[in-house]
Structures are given as structure tokens and as C-alpha cells.
């Protein structure tokens, strides 16, 4: 199908879950696959709403747009551009996700943020002082947001990712097939990082596998061709 005036929704980035009043727990995701695709996309002719966790992009690369800092908070769009909506914690990403689907109509969900897996037991409202020895932290698992996303609705194209590090081929397809059998995903992203260099494979829900594809630049080239050909004709 063609990408021209599809509305696209993008997560991308870390979250963070609180420890306390002033620490929280993250992740080093960068964001910087969900912000190559919304541009790629964007410049296809589709309407990106990029939810865009705590980085800060103008650090990723001299082409991304400026507007796009972690310091800009407010809702914004570049004229005829990508759409852009801040996020930090856990619950925040949720809320907004649920909100743009339930309210708004998408014709693909590109889940690609780094979320929290686990949680602290407690949060405590006030800063813990420091200097306690063996101070310990009880984790829980969180919720998966992209379980939720085809209950809410079943109509869009949804898109996953699974970061497995130093993972081989069959590890990789394995985790891909998995994730799209627990998120009922069309299309999923297994990718990792083994001995310094990238590679990542493309699975869709009809067991077909493509790549591997070695930068993140080629991946979204990849991701975009699938999305504009005739891969949900299958």
C-alpha cells in the first residue's frame, strides 16, 4: 500500500519507572530507529505522531531536526511534518498510547520504545538519604503495553521490537516469532548488538524472514519498503 497520508503512530526511547521522589530506574535506548523511521516515513508522505521518551535526539545525528530536543516537552509539528508528543515514565508512555488509539485512527503502530520491564515494589514519595548500606530494591514485572494495543484496536498494522544482545540468528528469529504470537503482531524486529557491530532480522506473521540488515538506516529502509509493497496482501 502506499505511505501517502497513512497516520502512523511511533514509540521510541526509554522509560523510566521511580525509585523515589528525585531517582528513577531507565534504560540506554537512544530512541534513534523510531525517530530514522518517523523522518523516513514523514518524508513518504505519511502523518507521524512520534511518542518520544527522555533523550535528547539533537545528539543522535546532525540531520535530525532540532525540534525534536528532549527539551521541548509541548505537543509540536513541523509544518506539514511529524507531530511530536514528550513522554518520561512508564505510566506516561501507557496513557498516552492508549489515549492516541482510543481517540484517534491509525492505520500503523510502530512500537520500537525501550520500555521498563520491571518496577520497584515500592515507590517512596521522599528522596531515600543516602549513606544507607545494603539498601535493596524489590522488582515486579510491568504491564506490556504492547499486549494492549490490538485489544484497543484490531484494525492497525502493528510493528514490534525485541532487543536480544549478543544473540545469534535462531535465537533472534525465535524471540521474533514469539513476540508476535503474544502481541499479535503483523510484522516484529529482533536486532542485537554481538562484539560491537548491529544486525537485525525482519519477521512477519506469515513466518517470512528478511535480512539480516546491518545499521539502523537500513533497517528503516527495509521496514519502510514492506510497509509501502504488497507485504499485507499476504
Known amino acids: 500500500m502506499s505511505l501517502k497520508n497513512k497516520r502512523i503512530l511511533i514509540t521510541a526511547g526509554p522509560t523510566w519507572v521511580s525509585i523515589d521522589s ?53 505537543p509540536s509539528r513541523r509544518k506539514g511534518g511529524i507531530k511530536l508528543l514528550r513522554f518520561r515514565f512508564f505510566d506516561e508512555l501507557k496513557d498516552k498510547i492508549i489515549q492516541e488509539l482510543k481517540y484517534k485512527k491509525y492505520d500503523i503502530v510502530i512500537h520500537s520504545a525501550a520500555v521498563s520491564d520491571y518496577k520497584p515494589v515500592k515507590t517512596y514519595s521522599h528522596k531515600i538519604r543516602s549513606g544507607i548500606k545494603n539498601l535493596r530494591l524489590g522488582l515486579v514485572p510491568t504491564e506490556k503495553i504492547i499486549d494492549l494495543l490490538k485489544r484497543i484496536d484490531n484494525s492497525i498494522i502493528l510493528i514490534g521490537f525485541k532487543f536480544e544482545p549478543q544473540a545469534k540468528k535462531g ?22 548488538m554481538n562484539k560491537n557491530k548491529y544486525y537485525a532480522y525482519i519477521l512477519d506473521n506469515y513466518n517470512h524472514s528478511y ?24
Open 171 to 192: 535465537m533472534l528469529i525465535k524471540r521474533a516469532k514469539e513476540l508476535i504470537r503474544a502481541a499479535n503482531l503483523d510484522l516484529a524486529v529482533a536486532n542485537t
Open 22 to 74: 528525585v531517582r528513577v530506574i531507565s534504560n540506554i535506548a537512544t530512541g534513534e530507529t523510531g525517530i530514522l523511521l518517523a523522518e523516513k516515513l514523514q518524508n513518504l508522505g505519511a502523518r507521524v505522531t512520534l511518542l518520544l521518551g527522555p533523550v535528547d535526539t539533537c545528539c543522535l545525528n546532525k540531520k535530525i531536526n532540532p525540534a525534536l530536543s528532549y527539551l521541548n516537552h509541548r
Open 211 to 234: 535480512g539480516p540488515v546491518f545499521n539502523k538506516k537500513d533497517l528503516v529502509t527495509k521496514l519502510a519498503d514492506l510497509m509501502g509493497g504488497d507485504l499485507w496482501k499476504n
